[in-house]
C-alpha cells in the first residue's frame, strides 16, 4: 500500500518548521526551571506504528520500564551533579500523530525511578495501523523541551524504530533544525537480520555530539538494549 500522502515543497516545509522551533527554543528560554534542576532531559520515544504487533509493543513496554528500574540506572542517575533526570514518554506513528504518554518527571533514586517504570506498565497503546514517521516524531519530541519545567544541562531525544520513513519527507532535515537548536538525538534499531536500519538510523536520524545507535536484534533483545542506551545517555558506566 502507498502511504505517501501530500506534503508542502520542501523550501515552505523547511522554513515553516525552522520557523516553529525557533519559537519553541525561545520560548524554552523563558521558563525558569522552577522544578529544580536535572543533568539530562530525555525525551523516550517509542514506535507504535503498523508494523509493531501487540505482542512487540508489549515487549517495548516491558523493556523499558525493566530498564528504567535496572539498578545500574539509578547509579547513573545519582552519579550526575545534580543527581537527577527529566523523562518524558512519547509515542509515535505517522503523520500528526504522536503523543505523550508520561509527562515530566523528576528522578533521582531508585524509589522514583521504580514509579516511572511502573507508569510505563500502564500504559495503553495510543495507535494502531499507522505509518512511519520519523520527522515529524523528532519534531513533536522537540517541542516538548518548550514544556519542561526544569533546567536541564543536556537535552537528549531517544528515539527508537523498526522501520525506515514512509511518509513525509526524509528525517534528517528534521533532525538537522533539532541538532541546531542544541539537542542530541540517539537512536535505537529495532532489526532483523540482514537489516540496514542501523544504517539508515545513522544517516538520517541521530545527530549533535557523540550521538549514537544502539542495535536491538529483535524485540526480545529491547530490554537489554534499552538499559544500555539509557546508561550512555544519562552519563554513566555500564556496570553489569
Known amino acids: 500500500m502507498d502511504m505517501k500522502l501530500q506534503i508542502k515543497p520542501l523550501a515552505l516545509y523547511l522554513a515553516m518548521l525552522a520557523a516553529s522551533l525557533s519559537l519553541d527554543g525561545a ?8 522544578g529544580g534542576a536535572v543533568d539530562v532531559l530525555l525525551v523516550i520515544a517509542l514506535d507504535v506504528s503498523g508494523s509493531v504487533d501487540a505482542r512487540e509493543f508489549g515487549l517495548q513496554r516491558e523493556g523499558l520500564a525493566r530498564a528504567l528500574a535496572a539498578p545500574q540506572v539509578a547509579k547513573a542517575v545519582e552519579s550526575g551533579e545534580s543527581g537527577a533526570i527529566a523523562v518524558t514518554v512519547v509515542q509515535w506513528s505517522g503523520f500528526t500523530e504522536q503523543a505523550v504518554k508520561i509527562d515530566w518527571t523528576r528522578v533521582s533514586n531508585a524509589g522514583d525511578l521504580a514509579r516511572l517504570a511502573e507508569a510505563v506498565r500502564l500504559m495503553k497503546r495510543r ?3 499507522g505509518a512511519t514517521d520519523i520527522g515529524g516524531a523528532i519534531t513533536f519530541c522537540q517541542r516538548l523541551f518548550a514544556s519542561a519545567p526544569y533546567r536541564g ?27 541546531e537548536a542544541g539537542t542530541h538525538i540517539n537512536a535505537l534499531a529495532i532489526v532483523e537480520p540482514d537489516s540496514a536500519l542501523t544504517e539508515y538510523f545513522r544517516d538520517k536520524v541521530i545527530g549533535g555530539p557523540g550521538a549514537f545507535v544502539e542495535t536491538s536484534a529483535g524485540y526480545a533483545a529491547f530490554e537489554d538494549t534499552m538499559l544500555r542506551k539509557l546508561i550512555r545517555e544519562i552519563g554513566g558506566q555500564l556496570l553489569y
Open 153 to 179: 544541562g543536556k537535552r537528549v531525544m531517544d528515539i527508537s524504530g523498526d522501520g525506515t520513513n514512509n511518509v513525509n519527507h526524509s528525517p534528517h532535515f528534521e533532525r538537522d533544525l533539532a541538532v
Open 27 to 34: 520560548r524554552a528560554g523563558e521558563h525558569t526551571g522552577a
Open 127 to 129: 495507535y494502531d495501523n
